[in-house]
Nanobody, 123 residues
Framework: QLELVESGGGLVQTGGSLTLSCVVSGRSFDGFSMGWWRQAPGKEKEKQFVAAVKWTDGGIYYSDAVKGRFTISRDVAKNAIYLQMNSLKPEDTAVYYC??????????????WGQGTQVTVAS
């Protein structure tokens, strides 16, 4: 089992920045994809892929909605991943989840999830 614990959410004005953190513990996750997803208000059955990083080789992927504004990174020594969010917009308001999967397409169906952290962007 993996445990993922997010932190760093909060309230920010349009155009502002926030950095989310996710600490991962439990079983080995070499070769895993580590991702950030989000669930917007009123869309309780729909999580949207945001970004992912391959833990072993550092390959990075972004959704079109955040490309150029968000940056995902990992710290192997700290077993952590981060999401630096710049130029935030009201439509970025959501609960952000850290997630992990062992194999397969990085934009689809993850196996392990954190509890989520709320990000609210005020207009």
């Amino acid at each position: 089992q993996l445990e993922l614990v997010e932190s760093g959410g909060g309230l920010v004005q349009t155009g502002g920045s926030l950095t989310l953190s996710c600490v991962v513990s439990g079983r080995s996750f070499d070769g895993f994809s580590m991702g950030w997803w989000r669930q917007a208000p009123g869309k309780e059955k729909e999580k949207q892929f945001v970004a992912a990083v391959k833990w072993t080789d550092g390959g990075i992927y972004y959704s079109d909605a955040v490309k150029g504004r968000f940056t995902i990174s990992r710290d192997v020594a700290k077993n952590a991943i981060y999401l630096q969010m710049n130029s935030l917009k009201p439509e970025d308001t959501a609960v952000y989840y850290c997630a992990a999967k062992q194999r397969g397409i990085v934009t689809f169906q993850y196996d392990y999830w954190g509890q989520g952290t709320q990000v609210t962007v005020a207009s």
